[in-house]
């Protein structure tokens, strides 16, 4: 348990807020239907969801999706802004393409 609590503060503790997020988009379709939003674990950052593989599976189903996979970590949590970038920064512009 010691152990996991030192790579969690350390991996917090590099950590800033940015506003707005970073993030990766990409659509699977030119009609697309369904939002997917990817949120990194402690260890990982957005690149991770396209460099790991996860993006081209879903490009590789049926599925009409917008991927995106956001930067938004523990520091957002602490400093109370997670549920704002969330929807500020990918929540409404989707609904702003009709997603």
Not at 28 to 52: C, G, M, Q, S
Request: proline share 3%.
């Amino acid at each position: 348990i010691l152990v996991g609590l030192f790579y969690l503060l350390a991996a917090y503790s590099h950590q800033q807020t940015t506003d707005p997020l970073e993030l990766l988009w990409e659509k699977t379709a030119k009609n697309n239907e369904i939002l997917v939003i990817f949120l990194p674990d402690v260890r990982d950052d957005k690149e991770d969801f396209l460099n790991k593989g996860t993006f081209g599976l879903l490009r590789e189903t049926d599925l009409r999706t917008v991927l995106v996979a956001a930067d938004l970590h523990l520091a957002f949590l602490q400093a109370g802004t997670m549920i704002d970038r969330l929807n500020k920064d990918i929540i409404a512009p989707a609904h702003e393409q009709g997603l």
